[in-house]
């Protein structure tokens, strides 16, 4: 048995020095047909992403944004949700 200090920056064997390991990316699918979606911060970035893979799925798609913007199959929706009155 080895220690952890004894095997510090040190490649484990079988390994290539500075070598990366990851599982591979796969695609999953869904299917949300017939569901409804409200996505906030949905008119960019990580929002926005993910309020288009869910009405590629098949999701009918609310984006609230304080800045909302228009985007195919989306329903934009101005709205600042730090504000308790508006959602």
Avoid: N
């Avoid at 952890?4 to 990366?20: I, L, N």
């Avoid at 796969?26 to 979606?37: L, N, Q, T």
């Amino acid at each position: 048995m080895t220690d952890a200090a004894s095997t510090a920056g040190k490649p484990v064997t079988g390994s290539t020095p500075g070598a990366v390991t990851s599982a591979a990316p796969r695609s999953v699918s869904y299917d949300f047909s017939g569901r409804r979606a409200v996505v906030t911060g949905g008119a960019r970035g990580l929002g926005r992403g993910v309020a288009e893979r869910l009405r590629d799925a098949g999701a009918v798609v609310e984006a609230w944004d304080v800045d909302p913007v228009a985007v195919d199959g989306i329903v934009p929706v101005a709205v600042d949700v730090t504000s308790s009155h508006q959602v």
